[in-house]
């Protein structure tokens, strides 16, 4: 089972050095935090099971679901799973729909 995102593909695995404190350097892989996740579709009404990348499920989650983040990401970045999915959307004429922003919340300075 390869460690791949399946929504987002530059979400892999990625190598680089481990630097001791020496300063002697040997390989290292780092593996992206990858969760099975079942995502339902509004638009489809229908669920998919994905494994992907906890740093994209909060994309979903902000982009206010899986039809809204496969609408506004650009199918270059889009793995070949999500890319299906995307045109399947596309054919039911979904739109994306902006999500509603949070309000932040401001201290008051006691005078």
Excluded: W, Y
Excluded at 1 to 30: A, E, P, T
Excluded at 66 to 74: E, G, I, P, Q, V
Excluded at 91 to 103: R, S, T
């Amino acid at each position: 089972m390869s460690r791949v995102c399946d929504i987002l593909i530059d979400k892999s695995l990625q190598v680089g050095h481990q630097v001791s404190h020496s300063n002697r350097k040997s390989l290292k892989r780092f593996l992206p935090n990858l969760q099975n996740v079942t995502f339902i579709s509004d638009i489809l009404n229908q669920s998919f099971r994905l494994r992907v990348a906890v740093n994209t499920l909060r994309s979903v989650d902000k982009n206010g679901g899986l039809d809204n983040f496969l609408m506004k990401t650009a199918n270059s970045k889009l793995s070949p799973k999500a890319r299906d999915i995307k045109k399947k959307l596309e054919k039911a004429g979904a739109k994306p729909v902006l999500a509603p922003k949070k309000e932040k919340k401001t201290a008051k300075k006691a005078a």
